[in-house]
């Protein structure tokens, strides 16, 4: 026999496999990941009808990070809440459009995990049809499960972090998924709408074949010093490095994951903190990333380290290839940035 049926490893089957090998498995794991699953095919539905169903541009509203919200973030916040929120397998959740923690309501279980989103990063971009996705991780609640979670569940450091991953919406939609059986990317079949394997065991590249860098060099002027000089250097005759920027994170992120190279977001006088959010981009991205055997840093610690003390915290973010990141924080660490 022949077809998806017999050569495909869906994304289910995926999830009971690797599920059934933990011997502590309540199910709640496999569960949380298949209503995101459902979540994301809603999302991914509606990405691609968004000019059709009037689901285009802004709601006139601004959010917590004083960013217009798009009538589609709205969409993604509130479905992918949805699914989980009564399948008994998360506690608490927590969104970059959300102000505050979400606890799920008393009437459904309170389960084991909590659930971290950016719904719909790059979202500036929904309006030019360019690529855009929900950045997620995953942890286990430190409070005893069945009973109402607390703040301390939901503000971690990253390095609690269990799974981790996102879902792209470009010319195609994937969920990349990363956890301790590696990083795993999976392909929505739109006419069958099923995930199947697409990308089993993603690893970057090895560094000399990753000469690929990612920032925004419009703020190069307000940049900390050293970095100016780093990223001239990468453009010195045969240095051999190209440059790309979407301008979306999970975009520019997932392009450097398959192809190799560094994607950096420094600190700037207008985001002197950095940009992106320590909890809903930065803390997911860099499971991601080190689970595919490469690295992330603020320009001075390991971004997995960084203890936050707010929801909404703000973060420079230095990630991919280990050697490029390296050399990074080598640089900003000498010119006392
Ligand atoms: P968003 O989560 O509101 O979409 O904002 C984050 C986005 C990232 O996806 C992207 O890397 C960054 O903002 C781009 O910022 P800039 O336009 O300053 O380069
Ligand atoms: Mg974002």
Same mark, same amino acid.
């Given at each position: 026999?022949?077809?998806?049926?017999?050569?495909?490893?869906?994304?289910?089957?995926?999830?009971?496999?690797?599920?059934?090998?933990?011997?502590?498995?309540?199910?709640?794991?496999?569960?949380?990941?298949?209503?995101?699953?459902?979540?994301?095919?809603?999302?991914?539905?509606? +990405?691609?009808?968004?000019?059709?169903?009037?689901?285009?541009?802004?709601?006139?509203?601004?959010?917590?990070?004083?960013?217009?919200?798009?009538?589609?973030?709205?969409?993604?916040?509130?479905?992918?809440?949805?699914?989980?929120?009564?399948?008994?397998?998360?506690?608490?959740?927590?969104?970059?459009?959300?102000?505050?923690?979400?606890?799920?309501?008393?009437?459904?279980?309170?389960?084991?995990?909590?659930?971290?989103m950016?719904?719909?990063?790059?979202?500036?971009?929904?309006?030019?049809?360019?690529?855009?996705?929900?950045?997620?991780?995953?942890?286990?609640?430190r409070?005893?499960?069945?009973?109402?979670?607390?703040?301390?569940?939901?503000?971690?450091?990253?390095?609690?972090?269990?799974?981790?991953?996102?879902?792209?919406?470009?010319?195609?939609?994937i969920?990349?998924?990363?956890?301790?059986a590696? +990083?795993?990317?999976?392909?929505?079949?739109?006419?069958?709408?099923?995930?199947?394997?697409?990308?089993?065991?993603?690893?970057?590249?090895?560094?000399?074949?990753?000469?690929?860098?990612?920032?925004?060099?419009?703020?190069?002027?307000?940049?900390?010093?050293?970095?100016?000089?780093?990223?001239?250097?990468?453009?010195?005759?045969?240095?051999?490095?190209?440059?790309?920027?979407?301008?979306?994170?999970?975009?520019?992120?997932?392009?450097?994951?398959i192809?190799?190279?560094?994607?950096?977001?420094?600190?700037?006088?207008?985001?002197?903190?950095?940009?992106?959010?320590?909890?809903?981009?930065?803390?997911?991205?860099?499971?991601?990333?080190?689970?595919a055997?490469?690295?992330?840093?603020?320009?001075?610690?390991?971004?997995?380290?960084?203890?936050?003390?707010?929801?909404?915290?703000?973060?420079?973010?230095?990630?991919?290839?280990?050697?490029?990141?390296?050399?990074?924080?080598?640089?900003?660490a000498?010119?006392?940035?």
């Amino acid at each position: 026999m022949n077809g998806q049926f017999d050569e495909g490893i869906t994304l289910d089957r995926f999830i009971y496999e690797t599920t059934r090998a933990h011997p502590t498995a309540t199910g709640q794991f496999a569960t949380l990941l298949r209503q995101l699953s459902l979540a994301a095919r809603l999302v991914s539905n509606r +990405v691609n009808r968004a000019g059709l169903a009037g689901m285009l541009g802004g709601t006139g509203d601004v959010n917590v990070q004083g960013e217009f919200v798009q009538k589609l973030d709205i969409y993604a916040n509130e479905t992918i809440k949805r699914a989980l929120e009564h399948a008994g397998c998360v506690c608490a959740m927590a969104s970059e459009e959300d102000e505050g923690p979400y606890f799920v309501p008393e009437r459904f279980y309170s389960g084991r995990y909590v659930f971290h989103m950016d719904p719909l990063d790059g979202s500036s971009n929904i309006d030019v049809n360019a690529t855009i996705g929900t950045i997620f991780a995953i942890y286990r609640r430190r409070s005893e499960e069945g009973t109402p979670a607390t703040l301390d569940d939901v503000l971690r450091p990253g390095r609690d972090i269990v799974a981790a991953g996102y879902v792209i919406y470009g010319s195609g939609t994937i969920i990349v998924l990363a956890t301790d059986a590696g +990083v795993q990317g999976f392909t929505l079949d739109p006419a069958l709408g099923e995930f199947f394997l697409s990308h089993p065991d993603i690893r970057l590249q090895p560094e000399a074949r990753t000469k690929t860098y990612s920032v925004n060099e419009g703020y190069a002027a307000s940049w900390p010093p050293g970095l100016r000089e780093y990223v001239e250097s990468l453009k010195a005759p045969g240095a051999g490095w190209r440059s790309r920027y979407i301008g979306s994170l999970v975009a520019d992120f997932h392009r450097n994951l398959i192809t190799g190279g560094v994607f950096l977001y420094p600190a700037t006088k207008k985001n002197p903190s950095g940009k992106l959010r320590v909890l809903f981009e930065a803390f997911p991205l860099a499971y991601v990333v080190e689970k595919a055997g490469g690295a992330a840093t603020d320009g001075r610690r390991r971004i997995l380290d960084i203890e936050p003390t707010h929801l909404h915290q703000r973060t420079p973010l230095f990630i991919g290839n280990r050697v490029h990141v390296e050399d990074i924080t080598r640089v900003l660490a000498e010119a006392g940035a």
